[in-house]
């Protein structure tokens, strides 16, 4: 029974000291094998591979995949003409040679990260304080973004190695800071409120001008209807007189008959308006030589 237990427990220790020499590579992934504290070897392919247990060797695992890094630092640049301008970029690199990248760099892909960033940071305001804000949003924006990529790949491949590969450098963002910007939409909105009240102006001045000429052509039309007016009237009176005259002058008797009654019917027009005459007056004649006629026809039918 205790060579059965013994037997087990060998096989146990056997299998523990067997998978710390196991490790398997990702294809995703660089394996560095450490020898204490010294690099020992690098596995570039994926599969199964050896090594000593621990303490004497280690091992840990490096990402060969393409890498993003993207600018987090909101501290602005000067521009050529002294602009504070903030600059968003990306860059994508990926590590080549792991041994370079952690002797000069560091062991990890963080660190890496670190050390790329600071350096693409200083090419960029290298590169600003050479340019414009206008060439930074033009079509020099593009030879910007290959000078700074130059730049990073020199300094990536300098007398030291970093061992990584800058694959691109992008520029995604340039923008004044945010007290800029906020005067510079201040200004806008001063520009734009300008506009729109000089607009305005102009549309009341204009409507003020449309009015006043709607209102001459009225009082132009309501003056040339007044005179057609009056003249057809004077023309219907003349008419009217002509034919008055021409009928009265045949019988002059009926003409002051007619006229008379005329004036009776312009003075007595309403059955409340009191007159107050003289019964001599010439008014009355018409009546009082009705009056008389009637009593002289009785007359003479009395005769008969």
């Known amino acids: 029974m205790n060579k059965i237990g013994f037997y087990i427990s060998s096989a146990l220790?056997?299998?523990?000291?067997?998978?710390?020499?196991?490790?398997?590579?990702?294809?995703?992934?660089?394996?560095?094998?450490?020898?204490?504290?010294q690099i020992k070897s690098v596995i570039t392919e994926p599969g199964l591979n050896f090594k000593l247990?621990?303490?004497?060797?280690?091992?840990?695992?490096?990402?060969k995949r393409?890498?993003?890094?993207?600018?987090?630092?909101?501290?602005?640049?000067?521009?050529?003409?002294?602009?504070?301008?903030?600059?968003?970029?990306?860059?994508?690199?990926?590590?080549?040679d792991p041994t370079d990248f952690i002797r000069?760099?560091?062991?990890?892909?963080?660190?890496?990260?670190?050390?790329?960033?600071?350096?693409?940071?200083?090419?960029?305001?290298e590169e600003i304080n050479k340019h414009t804000v206008q060439e930074l949003l033009s079509e020099k924006r593009e030879t910007v973004m290959q000078d700074v990529k130059a730049e990073v790949i020199k300094k990536v491949h300098g007398t030291k190695s970093w061992g990584i590969d800058v694959v691109d450098v992008r520029m995604t963002r340039a923008d004044y800071v945010d007290t800029i910007t906020?005067?510079?939409?201040?200004r806008m909105e001063a520009e734009r409120k300008r506009v729109a009240n000089e607009l305005r102006s102009t549309g009341a001045a204009?409507?003020?001008?449309?009015?006043?000429?709607?209102?001459?052509q009225r009082e132009v039309t309501i003056a040339n209807a007044y005179r057609d007016a009056q003249k057809i009237k004077g023309e219907g009176d003349a008419m009217a007189a002509k034919l008055y005259a021409e009928s009265f002058g045949k019988d002059p008797q009926?003409?002051?008959?007619?006229?008379?009654?005329?004036?009776?019917?312009?003075?007595?027009?309403?059955?409340?308006?009191?007159?107050?005459?003289?019964?001599s007056s010439d008014f009355f004649k018409a009546m009082k030589s009705s009056g008389s006629g009637g009593g002289a026809g009785a007359g003479a039918g009395a005769k008969k």
Do not use: C
């Open 104 to 125: 000069h760099v560091g062991l990890d892909e963080q660190a890496g990260a670190i050390q790329l960033s600071r350096v693409v940071r200083n090419a960029f305001q």
């Open 53 to 63: 247990p621990p303490p004497f060797q280690n091992v840990t695992y490096i990402d």
């Open 66 to 96: 393409l890498l993003t890094l993207d600018n987090a630092d909101t501290e602005p640049m000067l521009t050529a003409e002294k602009q504070r301008m903030v600059i968003d970029w990306f860059v994508r690199w990926r590590i080549t």
């Open 182 to 186: 906020e005067s510079v939409y201040r």
């Open 13 to 37: 220790l056997g299998l523990a000291i067997l998978s710390s020499t196991l490790f398997v590579v990702d294809q995703r992934q660089f394996g560095v094998v450490y020898a204490l504290g």
């Open 206 to 216: 204009e409507g003020e001008k449309i009015r006043a000429d709607a209102d001459r």
């Open 254 to 279: 009926f003409a002051q008959f007619y006229r008379s009654l005329e004036a009776y019917k312009a003075t007595f027009n309403k059955k409340s308006d009191v007159v107050v005459l003289d019964p």
